[in-house]
T-cell receptor
Framework: GNSVTQMEGPVTLSEEAFLTINCTYT??????LFWYVQYPGEGLQLLLK?????DKGSNKGFEATYRKETTSFHLEKGSVQVSDSAVYFC??????????????FGKGTHLIIQP | DGGITQSPKYLFRKEGQNVTLSCEQN?????MYWYRQDPGQGLRLIYY???????QKGDIAEGYSVSREKKESFPLTVTSAQKNPTAFYLC????????????FGPGTRLTVL
């Protein structure tokens, strides 16, 4: 079945540090991939997406590349800010290859940026 | 403004009572979804609907029920059969199609006492 694995948190960094949050997936076919961000007590906001192999999604300084050969979609940012502190979720849309709709999520990575 | 609304933000119920969570969207999306979020477990799909008057079970549908009588609305009922109902519930909607992202509401935190 479909699954998403992302690195456990919390991840604590200093402001202006380089960020990588690893995400790998298992799926039938070639699903669309997403990164969502959740601030405390709120719903999820889409951060970026990629719909086919070698696509790079980017937004607000974050980027991730759809790597079919390694089934990965790692999230990166060159210089993090305190305001980036949140929980980040990697997800895949599981319509590809048929079957149920909906997103399959990783467990989330809590990112803490210290000034 | 287009978006998804969920009400109420916080909900308290006694054990054994059914409770209905509201979800409304004005994005003109055909598909709507309900997820449950527990600490350290990510989000899990409860039910989804791709069109009015039709819905399908997700991964953890037991103890829940839904209806989709209108395109804009997808209420979720947490029944007394749900063994561990205390959680954060998130509603989402999207256009149909694999590449389309889901838009999420602000969530309802349900606590069963």
């Amino acid at each position: 079945g479909n699954s998403v694995t992302q690195m456990e948190g919390p991840v604590t960094l200093s402001e202006e540090a380089f960020l990588t949050i690893n995400c790998t997936y298992t799926a039938t076919g070639y699903p669309s991939l997403f990164w969502y961000v959740q601030y405390p007590g709120e719903g999820l906001q889409l951060l970026l997406k990629a719909t086919k192999a070698d696509d790079k999604g980017s937004n607000k300084g974050f980027e991730a590349t759809y790597r079919k050969e390694t089934t990965s979609f790692h999230l990166e940012k060159g210089s993090v800010q305190v305001s980036d502190s949140a929980v980040y979720f990697c997800a895949l849309r599981r319509l590809a290859g048929g079957g149920a709709d909906g997103l399959t999520f990783g467990k989330g990575t809590h990112l803490i940026i210290q000034p | 403004d287009g978006g998804i609304t969920q009400s109420p933000k916080y909900l308290f119920r006694k054990e054994g009572q059914n409770v209905t969570l509201s979800c409304e969207q004005n994005l003109n999306h055909d598909a709507m979804y309900w997820y449950r979020q527990d600490p350290g477990q990510g989000l899990r799909l409860i039910y989804y609907s791709q069109i009015v008057n039709d819905f399908q079970k997700g991964d953890i549908a037991e103890g829940y029920s839904v209806s989709r009588e209108k395109k804009e609305s997808f209420p979720l009922t947490v029944t007394s059969a749900q063994k561990n109902p205390t959680a954060f519930y998130l509603c989402a909607s999207s256009r149909t199609g694999d590449s389309n992202e889901q838009f999420f509401g602000p969530g309802t935190r349900l606590t069963v006492l």
